[in-house]
C-alpha cells in the first residue's frame, strides 16, 4: 500500500490544531481525514476515519477515478453551464465531500436550467437537496421544507417514486415536535403508497415509534416482523433484525428500571 500511495498521489500530512483555518475551509470535523484534491484544491474525495489496511487499499484506489469524472463534470459545465444532469452529478460530489453551500448552488442551477421539468432535472435537484439536508449534521430545516415541498409539487401522483419519500421525510421533521401527528403523516403513506419504498420506511418509522414513543415493545417488534415479512427486499426491511435488537435491549432496560 504504501508504494501505491507514493507513486500515485502527492501526500502531505497537515496537524489539523496547528492548521486550524485549513481544517475550517476543508470541513474536517474528526480525524484521520484523508482529503484527495485537485492541483487548485477542489476535494473530490474523502475517507473519513480510520480503516484497516486491507479496506483502506481499495478506498485509496477510487481517488484516481473520482478524480477523473470530476474532471469530465467540469469540462461539461465549462461548455454549458446550463447542463442540469452535470451539476446534480457535481452537487452530490459536493454533498459527499461535505461542501453543502457548494452543493445546494449546484442542485440549484440544475433547477434554474429546467424550470419546468421538462427533462426531469428540476425533480432531482430538488430531492439531492432535500436529500442533503436529511443527512446533514446541522441541517438547514428550512430548505429541506422547501426542496420536499418542490418534490411534492412535480411528483404529485409519484410517477417518478419520489413524491412517497417526500412524504415520509416531511413526516420525520414532526418527530421531535408532535410524534402523534408524525405517525398520522407515516400511515398516511403507508395508504396512499403502498408497496413503495416510502411505504417500506414509514411501517418502520411507525414500529420504531412504538417502542421510542409509547415503550410499547411488544406493538414495535411485532410491527417490525410483519415489515420483513411483507417488503422482505426491501432496504427497511433489511434493517429489521438490528432494530429488533434494539428494541429487545430497551425492553430489558425498561424491566430493570421497574
Keep these: 500500500m504504501a508504494a501505491y500511495v507514493k507513486e500515485t498521489f502527492v501526500n502531505l500530512h497537515v496537524d489539523k490544531d496547528a492548521k486550524e483555518d ?8 474528526g480525524i484521520p481525514d484523508t482529503l484527495f484534491l485537485t492541483g487548485d484544491g477542489k476535494v473530490v474525495y474523502r475517507i473519513v476515519g480510520y480503516l484497516p489496511p486491507a479496506e483502506f487499499l481499495p478506498e ?13 463534470l467540469a469540462a461539461a459545465v465549462e461548455k454549458d453551464a446550463k447542463d442540469g444532469a452535470a451539476q446534480i452529478e457535481i452537487g452530490r460530489f459536493q454533498a459527499e465531500n461535505l461542501f453543502l453551500g457548494e452543493a445546494e448552488k449546484a442542485f440549484r442551477s440544475a433547477v434554474e436550467a429546467d424550470k419546468d421539468n421538462a427533462k426531469g432535472w428540476a425533480l432531482e435537484a430538488w430531492w439531492a437537496l432535500a436529500e442533503m439536508h436529511a443527512a446533514a449534521e446541522e441541517p438547514d430545516v428550512a430548505v429541506e421544507k422547501e426542496a420536499l415541498g418542490k418534490v411534492q409539487e412535480l411528483d404529485p401522483k409519484n410517477a417518478k417514486g419520489r413524491k412517497d419519500n417526500a412524504d415520509v421525510k ?3 421533521l414532526l418527530e421531535n415536535s408532535d410524534p402523534k401527528a408524525a405517525r398520522e403523516a407515516y400511515e398516511k403513506v403507508v395508504a396512499d403508497w403502498p408497496g413503495t419504498d416510502g411505504a417500506a420506511e414509514a411501517l418502520f418509522m ?19 416482523k410483519k415489515l420483513a415479512e411483507a ?28
Excluded: C, T, Y
Design 206 to 224: 411507525i414500529a420504531a415509534s412504538f417502542a421510542n414513543v409509547d415503550g410499547n415493545f411488544d406493538e414495535a417488534e411485532a410491527r417490525m
Design 22 to 29: 485549513l481544517a475550517a475551509k476543508l470541513h474536517v470535523g
Design 170 to 172: 416531511l413526516a420525520e
Design 231 to 258: 417488503m422482505p427486499e426491501s432496504e427497511w426491511a433489511k434493517r429489521v433484525p438490528f432494530a429488533l435488537e434494539q428494541i429487545e435491549k430497551m425492553r430489558k432496560m425498561n424491566r430493570k428500571k421497574k
Design 60 to 72: 485509496l484506489k477510487k481517488a484516481p477515478e473520482r478524480l477523473k469524472r470530476w474532471q469530465e
